[in-house]
T-cell receptor, first 114, second 109 residues
Framework: EADIYQTPRYLVIGTGKKITLECSQT?????MYWYQQDPGMELHLIHY???????EKGDLSSESTVSRIRTEHFPLTLESARPSHTSQYLC?????????????FGNGTRLTVT | GEDVEQSLFLSVREGDSSVINCTYT??????LYWYKQEPGAGLQLLTY?????DMKQDQRLTVLLNKKDKHLSLRIADTQTGDSAIYFC?????????FGPGTRLSVLP
């Protein structure tokens, strides 16, 4: 059973605010990911990390930033939220050294910027 | 390029079988996955198949892989209302994952 947690589940915030979406996993996975899921259901990779102090940008350009100071923690930050950031954000993790390691997903954070 | 395609919608009657189809373009993909997403939740891994296999069965789920045509399908036998969800096909090559757009399955009573 996957153990990956995202907080908050829902967030409604005003334009210009700084926000941090939290993601933690207890499986000791090295690789972690952030996906943005738009209303049309498609998943877009925005950030990933191979391990501590590693962060990479994904396929979709994003104004958010991430950090990886601890293996289990991969927070995503928006310095100044805008309505265009309204979306669902999904965090995932996988083992680095196994080719068939699937992605394990958290339950997501649904962000609404007013 | 790496594109995974799926039909966006499927409706079936309760008790019937559902077949969700997926095509992919990267013939070097090593593993292919099916994920289920219920409303308001993340993606849950349902099953996966290694690229050298043709079929995998797990209770009500059957995965068929036609590597020549790069076609993957998920069959759900005796579909129930609890199977209503979005189903994502995904391929992986090494550490990279590519997801399809998802198929929304509606189960009618």
């Amino acid at each position: 059973e996957a153990d990956i947690y995202q907080t908050p589940r829902y967030l409604v915030i005003g334009t210009g605010k700084k926000i941090t979406l939290e993601c933690s996993q207890t499986m000791g996975h090295d690789k972690m990911y952030w996906y943005q899921q738009d209303p049309g259901m498609e998943l877009h990779l925005i950030h990933y990390s191979y391990g501590v102090n590693s962060t990479e940008k994904g396929d979709l350009s994003s104004e958010s930033t991430v950090s990886r100071i601890r293996t289990e923690h991969f927070p995503l930050t928006l310095e100044s939220a805008r309505p265009s950031h309204t979306s669902q954000y999904l965090c995932a993790s996988s083992e680095l050294d196994r080719d068939n390691s699937p992605l394990h997903f958290g339950n997501g954070t649904r962000l609404t910027v007013t | 390029g790496e594109d995974v395609e799926q039909s966006l919608f499927l409706s079936v009657r309760e008790g019937d079988s559902s077949v969700i189809n997926c095509t992919y373009t990267d013939s070097s993909s090593t593993y292919l996955y099916w994920y289920k997403q219920e409303p308001g939740a993340g993606l849950q891994l349902l099953t996966y198949i290694f690229s050298n296999m043709d079929m995998k069965q797990d209770q009500r789920l059957t995965v068929l892989l036609n590597k020549k045509d790069k076609h993957l399908s998920l069959r759900i036998a005796d579909t129930q209302t609890g199977d209503s969800a979005i189903y994502f096909c995904a391929e992986s090559k090494g550490q990279n994952f590519v997801f399809g757009p998802g198929t929304r399955l509606s189960v009618l009573p």
